[in-house]
């Protein structure tokens, strides 16, 4: 069964830093582009940050670029996203998703519907 799995969401105050990690299971996550979005109740869910399967390319949305960093294990089957410097704004559902059209390069970050296969989520609260 193919399965992303996130971890690492949490309660942090302002300033703080949180590190997300998606997990694959079933299959080889080396083989797609990963990307990271976030949701909050009633608004569309908004790409943050992408890698490309080899991990050499990323991108970032305006809002957190230079505060994440997002990076891949591949030998555990993993990619991350360090996010420092949180603010309040950043409070969301973290999703990651994997990206096949393209795998070698950094995947679209507006366009959620490309993507196939998602976690279920994990929760990112900013908050003092």
């Known amino acids: 069964q193919y399965q992303l799995l996130e971890s690492g969401g949490g309660l942090v105050q302002p300033g703080g830093s949180l590190r997300l990690s998606c997990a694959a299971s079933?299959?080889?996550?080396?083989?797609?582009?990963v990307g990271w979005f976030r949701q909050t109740p009633g608004k569309e869910r908004e790409g943050v940050s992408g890698?490309?399967?080899?991990?050499?390319?990323?991108k970032y949305a305006d809002s957190v670029k230079g505060r994440f960093t997002i990076s891949r294990d591949n030998s555990k089957n993993t990619v991350h996203l360090q996010m420092n410097s949180l603010k309040p704004e950043d409070t969301a559902v973290y999703y990651c998703?994997?990206?096949?059209?393209?795998?070698?390069?950094?995947?679209?970050?507006?366009?959620?519907?490309?993507?196939?296969?998602w976690g279920q989520g994990t929760q990112v609260t900013v908050s003092s």
């Open positions: 998703a994997i990206y096949s059209t393209i795998a070698t390069m950094t995947p679209p970050l507006y366009d959620p519907g490309s993507y196939d296969l």
């Open positions: 079933g299959f080889a996550l080396n083989d797609y582009a």
């Open positions: 890698i490309s399967s080899s991990g050499d390319n990323t």
